[in-house]
């Protein structure tokens, strides 16, 4: 079996809640001595504010592809037998589970290391977008990860992704974190 074999990427919808039992089968193994999991459920609260539901979007074929990119690197760090990814689409009410990772490995270390990496890359670089909604209000969040991996590309000058030929760019205001679609990007 190659590394692509045994890895399961899949975004699901709203209908179906995410089946634990299938994707811990998935990855066990009589080699593998080590499984980690990763649970994100809806949480009832968030900064004082009363959680009612989240509701996720998401660009699936480049989810799908970015996702089987971040297991590949993982993979390519780690020792690892099965790896699987799930993620839920539209909306999951709070206690309800919106992703979930479980990854087997010969060693715990390798297992631990590699799940945090999965969802730490997942929350910083796939287009799954997600909208908190309150008892009074609802806004679109930017996960922690993707703001810190934003700052750091901008450090090197490249956080806009145009060409800066003026001294009129002004990059604190350009450059600030905040999601900003570049007219000429190649998406």
């Known amino acids: 079996m190659n590394s692509e074999e045994k890895t399961l990427v899949e975004i ?3 209908n179906k809640q995410i089946d634990l039992a299938k994707y811990i089968n998935y ?12 649970s994100g459920t809806t949480r009832d609260t968030f900064e004082g504010k009363t959680v009612v539901e989240l509701r996720y979007e ?3 074929p480049m989810a799908v592809r970015n996702l089987k990119s971040i297991c590949s690197s993982a993979r390519s760090s780690w ?3 099965s790896i699987a990814v799930v993620h839920r689409l ?21 297992a631990l290391d590699a799940c945090k990496f999965l969802i730490d890359e997942l929350k910083a670089s796939v287009p799954i977008w997600k ?15 993707f703001l810190e991996r934003r700052l750091e590309l901008g450090k090197d000058g490249g956080c806009c992704r145009r060409k800066i030929e003026t001294e009129a760019h002004d990059k604190k205001e350009c450059c600030k974190p905040k999601v ?5 990007a190649d998406f």
């Open 12 to 14: 699901i919808d709203e």
């Open 90 to 110: 539209g909306t999951v009410p709070v206690g309800e589970m919106s992703v979930f990772i479980a990854v087997s490995a010969t060693h715990r270390a390798d």
């Open 27 to 38: 990855v066990s193994a009589p080699q593998a001595g080590a499984i980690a999991t990763f």
């Open 79 to 81: 020792d690892l037998h």
């Open 180 to 184: 900003k679609m570049d007219d000429n």
């Open 58 to 60: 998401a660009y699936v």
């Open 131 to 145: 909208k908190e909604v309150y008892s009074n209000g609802e806004v679109w969040k930017e996960n922690k990860e």
